[in-house]
């Protein structure tokens, strides 16, 4: 079956653009997660999406980032006004939800540059 | 909130000899630990998991780790190493109740000779 599929697989922009990023869930996996990894900061968790319920923004790191998931499924998450420090490799993962735990199941990330 | 520290940025070993990396983790509540493998040019993928039960975790590729409540140790082990197993390793926790949010350590990035 499908795994965890991210697009673009590369990005480069321009300070100042916005730009957005696409994941494609394993289907049927309700939880999906959005994760960045960057030389400074190392991997650090951004946004949790659980089926119906409010989404966990505690990981953004400024009101510039959004993340929305349609239909429980796809999932795109938006930096408006890109600065360099954006720059990194953003993963998404996912995971059926329920049990004392699931795996998540990483996507091959983008990595995004800004120039 | 938790913290993950891997108090080894890069091991380098020798092909078949044993390698351990180190982790200790810091969290107020209950948690779940994990190692994820990143090999190079790959994406991350999960090596092995204490949820609960016995401390000693057996993972793939013959990896296993040995949980120590008591020093808050999480540290992966293997005893003979590949060249294949060349690749960046992540100590990760997690809150038993808490969307399951991965904390990850900073990495050790293991390079094995020949």
């Known amino acids: 079956g499908a795994g965890v599929s991210q697009s673009p697989s590369n990005k480069v922009t321009e300070k100042g653009k916005d730009v957005e990023l696409r994941c494609d869930p394993i289907?049927?996996?309700?939880?999906l997660y959005w994760y960045r990894q960057s030389l400074g900061q190392g991997l650090e968790f951004l946004i949790y999406?659980?089926?119906?319920?409010?989404?966990?923004k505690s990981g953004l790191p400024s009101d510039r980032f959004s993340a929305e998931r349609t239909g429980g499924s796809v999932s795109t998450l938006t930096i408006q006004r890109t600065q360099q420090e954006d720059s990194a490799v953003y993963l998404c993962?996912?995971?059926?939800?329920?049990?004392?735990?699931?795996?998540?199941?990483f996507g091959p990330g983008t990595r995004l540059t800004v120039l | 909130a938790q913290s993950v520290t891997q108090l080894d940025s890069q091991v380098p070993v020798f092909e078949e000899a044993p390698v351990e990396l180190r982790c200790n983790y810091s969290s107020s509540v209950s948690v779940y630990l994990f190692w994820y493998v990143q090999y190079p040019n790959q994406g991350l993928q999960l090596l092995l998991k204490?949820?609960?039960?016995?401390?000693l975790v057996k993972g793939i590729n013959g990896f296993e780790a040995e949980f120590n409540k008591s020093q808050t140790s999480f540290h992966l082990r293997k005893p003979s190493v590949h060249i294949s197993d060349t690749a960046e390793y992540f100590c990760v926790v997690s809150e038993t109740a808490a969307g399951n949010k991965l904390t990850f350590g900073g990495g050790t990035r293991v390079l094995v000779k020949p």
């Open positions: 993962a996912s995971r059926l939800a329920g049990g004392q735990y699931n795996e998540q199941f």
């Open positions: 204490y949820l609960s039960g016995s401390t």
């Open positions: 999406f659980q089926g119906n319920s409010a989404p966990d």
């Open positions: 289907s049927g996996h309700t939880a």
